[in-house]
């Protein structure tokens, strides 16, 4: 079965600083997509970025980039120009199409942006 | 355009009481999943929805979980005789096709759900 691992469960940073929130991941399938999610307080979860797991260039989405190391499973998220509308609860999640439709997230990182 | 709506938004049980919670999917969507998420954790598949069959649910945690989509839109996630371990936010989610490569969900803004 995928797992997804978020091992940092508090970050902060300054606002305008750079932050970058990790994720790693277990797959034994060459084919996947991986996803950011952020849930704000109000709960509704919003996708932030997402990457195919085909493609070599790391996915970018204005202030919001992935570091993909698909040999090492890893899966980070760097936010550039932190802004107070970013603290939120961040989740990593996995999908493939063998494993259906199901998003498998990981555990969350709670982001802190401080002015 | 509206986007997903669940209600209520929270509900108060009785341990051994049954509910019902709501999911009103975007207008059109053909996808619709529901997940269970506790507290300080990701969330956790549940059961997922093509039109009105009911595809995948082995995310249902036991057979007091029961979801219904009848007419292919609105869905119904029903407990029965609710426990203290069923308290969770019970998030709604759906999508405008069968999922495809990074196709996203859209999420709705969940039930919370507590059981005393």
């Known amino acids: 079965a995928q797992t997804v691992t978020q091992s940092q469960p508090e970050m902060s940073v300054q606002e305008a600083e750079t932050v970058t929130l990790s994720c790693t991941y277990d797959?034994?399938?060459?084919?996947?997509?991986l996803f950011w999610y952020k849930q704000p307080p109000s709960r509704q979860m919003i996708l932030v970025i997402r990457q195919e797991a085909y493609k070599q260039q790391n996915a970018t989405e204005n202030r919001f980039s992935v570091n993909f190391q698909k040999a090492a499973k890893s899966f980070s998220l760097k936010i550039s120009d932190s802004q107070l509308g970013d603290a939120a609860m961040y989740f990593c999640a996995y999908r493939s199409e063998t494993s259906g439709s199901r998003l498998t997230f990981g555990e969350g990182t709670q982001l802190t942006v401080n002015p | 355009g509206a986007g997903v709506s669940q209600s209520p938004r929270y509900k108060v049980a009785k341990r051994g009481q049954d509910v019902a919670l709501r999911c009103d999917p975007i207008s059109g969507h053909v996808s619709l999943f529901w997940y269970q998420q506790a507290l300080g954790q990701g969330p956790e598949f549940l059961t997922y929805f093509q039109n009105e069959a009911q595809l995948d649910k082995s995310g249902l945690p036991s057979d007091r979980f029961f979801a219904e989509r009848p007419e292919g839109s609105v869905s119904t996630l029903k407990i029965q005789r609710t426990q203290q371990e069923d308290s969770a936010v019970y998030l709604c989610?759906?999508?405008?096709?069968?999922?495809?490569?990074?196709?996203?969900?859209?999420f709705g803004p969940g039930t919370r759900l507590t059981v005393l």
């Open positions: 989610a759906s999508s405008p096709r069968p999922l495809l490569g990074t196709d996203t969900q859209y």
């Open positions: 797959t034994s399938e060459s084919d996947y997509y």
